[in-house]
């Protein structure tokens, strides 16, 4: 069971990313999935997450209108757009899928995610 993130970089201010999550092992599409952040000496936080449908999303409120989740269940991947990019958004980003058919939402808390990928770093330059 694995949940495998790519699509981080180095990128300058006001620039653009589309991070990927891609799950093997089993399926995630009966799961919530989230995206995390940790940003350098600081605790990881939370990003944003999208219902088992994708029909609902919920974000921070500092990525609110910039950042955009969104997932394709028959690829079994999930996607976080990353726009207009500040140095503060520089982190190593992080996918998480939640429990099996857990009817909760939104997923804001990291104790409510079962399955952590392994993390890529963003780093934004002034």
């Known amino acids: 069971v694995q949940l495998q993130a790519s699509g981080g970089g180095l990128v300058q201010a006001g620039g653009s990313l589309r991070l990927s999550c891609a799950a093997s092992?089993?399926?995630?599409?009966?799961?919530?999935m989230g995206w995390f952040r940790q940003p350098p000496g600081k605790e990881r936080e939370f990003v944003a997450a999208?219902?088992?449908?994708?029909?609902?999303?919920y974000y921070a409120d500092s990525v609110k209108g910039r950042f955009t989740i969104s997932r394709d269940s028959a690829k079994d991947t999930t996607f976080l757009h990353v726009n207009s990019l500040k140095p503060e958004d520089t982190a190593v980003y992080y996918c998480?899928?939640?429990?099996?058919?857990?009817?909760?939402?939104?997923?804001?808390?990291?104790?409510?995610?079962?399955?952590w990928g392994q993390g890529t770093q963003v780093t934004v330059s002034s």
């Open positions: 999208i219902n088992r449908s994708g029909g609902d999303t």
């Open positions: 092992g089993r399926t995630f599409s009966k799961r919530v």
């Open positions: 998480a899928a939640g429990r099996r058919y857990n009817s909760r939402w939104p997923l804001e808390f990291q104790y409510e995610y079962e399955y």
